[in-house]
C-alpha cells in the first residue's frame, strides 16, 4: 500500500454534478490537508484536520465540503462546481507535533465543464 | 505574510551537469520544506530542513537563517531528475503544524540527455 491514496485520479463533471474526491492514507497520521493547485499558481491550502477536526478552512467557498471521518480517511465533497475550480487537488497527511513532513497523494484532476 | 521566491522559474541543462535552484523568504521560519513534483502531478518530500545543510544521495539541500535564503543542488543530474521542485516554508518558531505553510511556484527543471 501507498502512503497516500487518492482516488480518482481524473475527474470530468459538470457545473450541476455532485461528485467527491477521496484520500486514505495509511502511515499512521494524525493530521490531514487538501491542497489545490492552479496552473501557474502556488500550492494553496484548503482545509485542514488534526485529529479529525477541522482546524483551517482557508476562505474556501462551500460548494466545496470536507468531511473526515477518521484519521486515515478524507473526502471533499464537491457541488455546483465552476470552471475556474478546475484544478489538481492534493491530499496530504502529516504527523502533528513531530517534525510535520508531508506526505502527498498523487493527485485528483479535476476538469469542470 | 510570508512570501517565497524560487529562482529560476525554469531551468534546462544537460546531463551530468550541476544545478542550484533557490529559495528566498521574507520573515522567519521554524522550517522550510524542498519538494519535487513529476508531471503526474504527485508531490514527493525531498527536505525538511531548519538550519544547516542536509544530503541525500545527489541532493544537497542548504539554509541561511540570517540571510532567509536556501539552495537546493543536484549534482551529476540525469533525465530522470526533470520535475518541478518547490521549496514551502513554515512559519511561526517553534511550531509544527503544517497550516502556516507558504508555497513557492516552482522551478521547472528539465535535463537534456
Redesign the interface.
Known amino acids: 500500500e501507498t502512503g497516500v491514496t487518492q482516488t480518482p485520479r481524473h475527474l470530468v463533471m459538470g457545473m450541476t454534478n455532485k461528485k467527491s474526491l477521496k484520500c486514505e492514507q495509511h502511515l499512521g497520521h494524525n493530521?490531514m490537508?487538501w491542497y489545490k493547485?492552479s496552473a501557474?499558481?502556488?500550492?494553496e491550502?484548503m482545509f485542514?484536520y488534526?485529529f479529525k477536526e477541522q482546524?483551517?478552512n482557508n476562505s474556501v467557498p462551500s460548494r466545496f465540503s470536507p468531511e473526515c471521518p477518521n484519521s486515515s480517511h478524507l473526502f471533499l465533497h464537491l457541488h455546483t462546481l465552476q470552471p475556474e475550480d478546475s484544478a489538481?487537488y492534493?491530499c496530504?497527511s502529516?504527523q502533528?507535533?513531530?517534525?510535520?513532513?508531508?506526505?502527498?497523494?498523487?493527485?485528483s484532476?479535476l476538469t469542470v465543464l | 505574510k510570508n512570501e517565497v521566491e524560487q529562482s529560476p522559474q525554469n531551468l534546462t541543462a544537460q546531463e551530468g551537469e550541476f544545478i542550484t535552484i533557490n529559495c528566498s523568504y521574507s520573515v522567519g521560519i521554524s522550517a522550510l520544506h524542498w519538494l519535487q513534483q513529476h508531471p503526474g502531478g504527485g508531490i514527493v518530500s525531498l527536505f525538511m530542513l531548519s538550519s544547516g545543510k542536509k544530503k541525500h544521495g545527489r541532493l544537497i539541500a542548504t539554509i541561511n537563517i540570517q540571510e532567509k535564503h536556501s539552495s537546493l543542488h543536484i549534482t551529476a543530474s540525469h533525465p530522470r531528475d526533470s520535475a518541478v521542485y518547490i521549496c514551502a516554508v513554515r512559519w511561526g518558531p517553534g511550531y509544527f503544524g503544517n497550516e502556516k505553510l507558504t508555497f513557492g511556484t516552482g522551478t521547472r527543471l528539465t535535463i537534456i540527455p
Open positions: 493530521a490537508y493547485q501557474k499558481k502556488p500550492l491550502l485542514v488534526n482546524t483551517e489538481l492534493l496530504a502529516s502533528f507535533g513531530a517534525t510535520g513532513e508531508l506526505f502527498f497523494g498523487e493527485g484532476r
